[in-house]
C-alpha cells in the first residue's frame, strides 16, 4: 500500500531520531526532497501525495546510509557555501559554516588589496577560493592541496562555476612548489590533533584523513605554515587562517616570533577563537 509524503516525512524522521541523527527532520526533508528533485519547501505543498515503491526504493537507500552515519552532502553530492552550490564528496572536506566566516573576514581587504595575488592553501573543495573569485573580480587566484583528490574535487568546482580561468590550482606540500609572492595568504588547514580523530562525530570521520590531521598537538601544519610562508608575501602582505579551538595563543606567539605585526583573533559565531589575521612585511 503506498504512502503519503507526510507520512515517509514522519517515518524517516523517527527512524533518524532512534539512529542519533542531529536534525532528524531536517535531513528527512532535504532527502526526500532530493529524490523527489524537487525543492525542500515545495514538500509541504504536497503532503497529501502517494508515493509508489519506484519513487520510495532511491531514498530508501540514501535513509539507510545516513542512519549510519554518512554524512547529508554526500548522500545530496552538494554543500552550500556562501550561498552557491558546491559538489561535496569524500575527495574534501564538507565546508562548515565557520569557514564562510574566514571568507567575510577575508573580504574586507578588498579595497586595500584591490587586484591583488592570493593564495589559498589546502584548497579543498574549492570553497574559499572560489568565493573570492566569484566576490573579488579583479583578484589573481592561485589555490593549492596536498591532495590529488581534492584538488580534482576543486577543479570540477571551478568548472561548474565558471571561474576555472580565475583560479589556478597546483599540488603542493605547503610551500614546497610555490614560488609566487601574495598580497594575502589564506588558510583552512587540518587542525585537529591526531589523538582526537577517532572521537569525532562519526560523520566528520567520513573526511579525508589528510582534511583534519593536524599532527600529534593539532598545530603542526599551521606552525609550519607560519615560518614558511614568511619568504612569500609582497610588502604588507595579509595571513587569514582558521585554527583549532584551543590554539589561539599558541600561534599568535609563533606569529610574533617569526616577525608578524598587527596580530589578530577573531572569533565565530559559536564564540570560539577560530581565526587570526595577522600582517607581514
Ligand atoms: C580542513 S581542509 C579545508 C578545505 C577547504 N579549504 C575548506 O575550507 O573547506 C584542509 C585541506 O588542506 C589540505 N592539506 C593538508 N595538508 C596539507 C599540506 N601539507 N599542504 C597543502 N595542503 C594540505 C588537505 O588535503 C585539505 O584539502
Known sequence: ???????????????????????????????????????????????????????LEPLRER????????PLQHLLGTSEFFGRVFASDARA??????TEQLVELVLK??????????????????????????????????AIDISPDALGLARENAKRLGLLERVTFSESDLFEKVDGSYDLIVANLPYIARATIPTLAREVRHDPRTALDGGDSGDEILLRLIVDATTHFRPGGRLAIEIGHDQSARLAD????????????????????????????
Open 254 to 281: 609563533a606569529l610574533a616570533r617569526n616577525g608578524y605585526h598587527d596580530i589578530e583573533c577573531q572569533t565565530d559565531h559559536q564564540g570560539v577563537q577560530r581565526f587570526l589575521l595577522a600582517k607581514y612585511g
Open 109 to 142: 581587504f578588498r579595497a586595500e588589496l584591490a587586484g591583488g595575488a592570493i593564495l589559498d592553501l589546502g584548497v579543498g573543495s574549492g570553497v574559499i577560493a572560489l568565493t573570492l573569485a566569484a566576490e573579488w573580480p579583479e583578484a589573481q587566484i592561485h
Open 1 to 55: 500500500m503506498s504512502k503519503t509524503l507526510l507520512e515517509v516525512l514522519q517515518a524517516t524522521t523517527a527512524y533518524f531520531h532512534k539512529n542519533g541523527v542531529e536534525s532528524a527532520r531536517l535531513n528527512a526533508e532535504h532527502l526526500l526532497a532530493h529524490s523527489l528533485q524537487c525543492r525542500r519547501l515545495d514538500l509541504y505543498l504536497q503532503f497529501d501525495r502517494p508515493l509508489g515503491d519506484a519513487e
Open 63 to 70: 535513509v539507510k546510509k545516513r542512519a549510519q552515519g554518512v
Open 93 to 98: 572536506l564538507i565546508p562548515r559554516p565557520e
